[in-house]
């Protein structure tokens, strides 16, 4: 099984085949393909050194990171905190989908802020995709408060999750009241 530290739930999302070493790009090519590919790929979500980190040339016998332990550990703690994640067992993409619905563009700057390969890789690609099914989210819901003006009926109809995951959209709500 495919171990995971938080963090890297979102490296596997931007990596575009660079690395710190061939052997890393080697196995990190691996494993992201597995991940994008197999469906139901099944992981364990780790608060320490994963299957990414066993092939990373910092990484030591001793330490997780022997040459960026507290910016690494603040990308993880970062990520638990966005997220609400434990350690335990996922479907990687149910994980994937569930992070990616409340992924912001802001958020991604807080959590990779420091990370090297966040200007080199597909990161910044994806947090603008991201932001514009947000952004398109939000507009059809401006549309249906319109469609629907009185507000109160339309918001028992969603579900709290739906509320909690638009909550964001109330930007946009609140001028149309």
Same mark, same amino acid.
């Given at each position: #099984?495919?171990?995971?530290?938080?963090?890297?739930?979102?490296?596997?999302?931007?990596?575009?085949?660079?690395? %710190?070493?061939?052997?890393?790009?080697?196995?990190?090519? /691996?494993?992201?393909?597995?991940?994008?590919?197999?469906?139901?790929?099944?992981?364990?979500?780790?608060?320490?050194?994963?299957?990414?980190?066993?092939?990373?040339?910092?990484?030591?016998?001793?330490?997780?990171?022997?040459?960026?332990?507290?910016? =690494?550990?603040?990308?993880?703690?970062?990520?638990?905190? %966005?997220?609400?994640?434990?350690?335990?067992?996922? =479907? %990687?993409?149910?994980?994937?989908?569930?992070?990616?619905?409340? #992924?912001?563009? /802001? #958020?991604?700057?807080?959590?990779? +802020?420091?990370?090297?390969?966040?200007? =080199?890789?597909?990161?910044?690609?994806?947090?603008?995709?991201?932001? #514009?099914?947000?952004?398109? +989210?939000? /507009?059809?819901? /401006?549309?249906?408060?319109? +469609?629907?003006?009185?507000?109160?009926?339309?918001?028992?109809?969603?579900?709290?999750?739906?509320? +909690?995951?638009?909550?964001?959209?109330?930007?946009?709500?609140?001028?149309?009241?």
């Amino acid at each position: #099984m495919i171990r995971l530290r938080p963090h890297h739930l979102l490296c596997t999302q931007g990596y575009s085949g660079k690395g %710190y070493s061939t052997e890393f790009v080697q196995n990190m090519s /691996a494993i992201v393909h597995s991940l994008r590919n197999v469906p139901g790929t099944r992981i364990r979500l780790v608060f320490g050194s994963d299957s990414l980190c066993a092939h990373c040339p910092h990484h030591t016998a001793w330490t997780t990171c022997a040459k960026h332990r507290k910016k =690494v550990s603040r990308f993880d703690r970062k990520t638990v905190e %966005y997220f609400d994640l434990h350690e335990g067992e996922y =479907v %990687y993409q149910d994980l994937i989908r569930a992070i990616d619905a409340q #992924m912001t563009p /802001a #958020m991604l700057e807080d959590i990779c +802020r420091g990370c090297a390969w966040y200007p =080199v890789s597909a990161c910044k690609r994806i947090s603008a995709e991201n932001e #514009m099914r947000h952004t398109e +989210r939000c /507009a059809s819901e /401006a549309v249906e408060k319109l +469609r629907f003006p009185n507000s109160l009926s339309l918001e028992t109809t969603l579900s709290s999750e739906s509320r +909690r995951k638009n909550a964001s959209c109330g930007h946009i709500f609140s001028s149309l009241v």
